[in-house]
C-alpha cells in the first residue's frame, strides 16, 4: 500500500513537472517574437530569390530559427550577416545584431531550405573542345544542396565549349566550360589599329588558338614580325601596342 501511495506522488508530480516545462516552452515561443522572426525569414528568403533568379528558383520552404533559447520579444534587427557561402547551402547558421534602447545583442540563427533550380545538363557524353548547345544540352531541375557548385548559365550556350568531358545526365558547372574557339592556329585574321586618329589594318597569321576577347601572339603577313593581338571575331583583331 505504501508503494502504492509513493507511486502515485511520484507519477503526479512528474506531471506536475511536464506541465510546468510546457507553460515555460510556450512562454519562450512568445518571447521569440514572431514579427522579428518573420523580418528575419524575409530576409533570408529575398537574398536566395536574387542570387538564384537567373536559374528560376522555387522555394518550397524556408525556416530560420536560433540556435539557442533567446528572450527576443522586444528586440529589432540592426543588421544581419549572411553571405554568398550560406546561399551555396540547404542549411547553416548566420549571424543577426539586434539591438533595443541601446542594448546590443549578438544572436545565430540557424536556416533550412528546401527548393529547386534549373540547371543545364549535357544530354550526351560531351567531348573536350565541342560546343555547347541546345542539341547536347537540356534544361532541367536540381535540389539545392550543401555545397553545391552552381550550375552554368543558359547564356553561355553557342558561346563555350566543354574544357573536359562532360558526362550524359551531368550538370555542366563552370569549372567544366571554356569560352569558344573562334580563331585557329594558322587563321588569316585582319588586325586593326589607330595612329593619329587614323586607322590602319593588315593581315596578319595567327599563331595560337583563342576566343573572343582573348590576346594571343600572330604574324604580321607582309613583315614577318610577331606581334600581339586581341580577338574581336573570328576574322578581326586588334593590335596591342607595347607599353
Do not use: W
Amino acid at each position: 500500500m505504501k508503494i502504492l501511495i509513493l507511486f502515485f506522488i511520484i507519477a503526479f508530480g512528474f506531471a506536475d513537472e511536464v506541465q510546468e516545462n510546457a507553460t515555460n516552452s510556450q512562454e519562450l515561443k512568445t518571447s521569440l517574437n514572431p514579427a522579428l522572426i518573420k523580418e528575419i525569414k524575409n530576409f533570408v528568403e529575398n537574398k536566395f530569390l536574387e542570387y538564384y533568379k537567373a536559374y528560376n528558383i522555387k522555394i518550397n520552404y524556408i525556416e530560420v530559427v536560433p540556435t539557442l533559447d533567446a528572450n527576443l520579444d522586444k528586440f529589432r534587427v540592426d543588421k544581419i550577416i549572411f553571405d554568398n557561402r550560406d546561399l551555396r547551402k540547404d542549411s547553416g547558421n548566420f549571424e543577426v545584431h539586434l539591438v533595443h534602447n541601446q542594448k546590443r545583442q549578438k544572436v545565430f540563427f540557424k536556416f533550412s531550405i528546401n527548393a529547386i533550380i534549373d540547371a543545364l545538363s549535357a544530354t550526351e557524353n560531351i567531348k573536350s573542345g565541342t560546343v555547347l548547345n541546345s542539341n547536347n544540352t537540356t534544361i532541367s531541375q536540381i535540389q539545392l544542396a550543401k555545397n553545391m557548385q552552381l550550375p552554368a548559365n543558359k547564356n553561355i550556350l553557342n558561346e563555350y565549349s566543354a574544357k573536359s568531358f562532360i558526362s550524359s545526365g551531368s550538370v555542366i558547372v563552370d569549372s567544366k566550360i571554356t569560352p569558344k574557339i573562334i580563331v585557329n592556329k594558322g587563321d588569316i585574321i585582319e588586325v586593326n589599329y589607330k595612329i593619329d586618329n587614323i586607322d590602319i589594318s593588315f593581315n596578319a597569321k595567327a599563331l595560337e588558338s583563342g576566343y573572343i576577347n582573348q590576346i594571343i601572339r600572330a604574324q604580321n603577313i607582309q613583315s614577318n614580325k610577331d606581334i600581339i593581338v586581341e580577338i574581336l571575331s573570328d576574322k578581326s583583331a586588334r593590335l596591342k601596342m607595347p607599353n
